[in-house]
């Protein structure tokens, strides 16, 4: 029987490999009759969701993906940087032969899911890379944090509809295990930052402008004042 854990679990890893979208319905019952659990478990699932960022519960609707905001976007890629960057310049000093070792491996995984995969194992794929950095160097807490983080950028790039290839981010990946095997730690972590810059750039041509513009469209839609109402309906009869 699954647990809270395994429910949150699987919601991130569909959000990472693009399957879940953004504003996409969570059903309770449909999530209970999916993993054989009861609703209860499910609502505290989604509530630990919720709590992490990642779904947000509508009043009499139910329980949805996060849309996130242009501000949501832009702190989740500003906490990458500091993140990796970071873990980066903490392995001077440090062995990094089976480290190497085992992100040259996710390259070559990456490579094959370029070629054969679907696009959500792909995608997958693609996002783990950070994750499987973080384990490798030994930091298990930072670890769980990127994969949030990752996650969340992943629900901007499928919201804000990225124009980022998936072939760009397995060459940058790449170069950064190329950085680290020739022990360029600071070449590696300017290969990172420009990494998840140039993903972050990708994020259509102004996802500010997308923004404000569902903004607009929503406060053009909203319904009529009570007189408003009463004039529209006499015109349409």
């Not at 906490?79 to 980066?88: N, P, Q, S, T, Y």
């Not at 998936?166 to 190329?178: F, L």
């Not at 513009?213 to 009529?224: D, S, V």
Request: glycine share 6%.
């Amino acid at each position: 029987m699954a647990t809270q854990s395994d429910i949150a679990q699987r919601v991130v890893e569909s959000i990472l490999a693009q399957k879940l979208k953004p504003g996409e319905r969570l059903g309770e019952q449909e999530l209970a009759d999916l993993f054989g659990v009861s609703r209860t478990l499910v609502r505290e699932a989604l509530m630990q969701l919720q709590a992490r960022g990642f779904v947000e519960v509508r009043s009499r609707k139910g329980w949805y993906v996060m849309e996130p905001s242009e501000q949501d976007a832009r702190d989740a890629f500003a906490a990458r940087r500091a993140v990796e960057g970071g873990m980066l310049r903490q392995c001077e000093g440090k062995p990094l032969q089976s480290v190497i070792r085992t992100l040259k491996q996710h390259i070559r995984d990456e490579e094959q899911a370029m070629d054969g995969a679907d696009a959500a194992t792909r995608a997958f794929v693609l996002a783990d890379f950070h994750v499987c950095l973080a384990i490798c160097l030994g930091h298990r807490v930072l670890a769980d944090m990127l994969r949030d983080l990752t996650a969340r950028t992943t629900l901007a790039a499928t919201l804000y509809q990225s124009s980022h290839d998936a072939r760009e981010s397995c060459a940058d990946h790449a170069r950064i295990v190329d950085a680290l095997a020739a022990g360029d730690l600071a070449l590696a972590e300017s290969l990172m930052l420009a990494h998840i810059g140039t993903v972050e750039a990708a994020l259509g041509p102004s996802i500010a402008g997308q923004a404000d513009a569902r903004e607009r469209l929503r406060a053009t839609l909203a319904p009529l004042a009570s007189a408003g109402r009463a004039m529209a309906a006499r015109n349409r009869s």
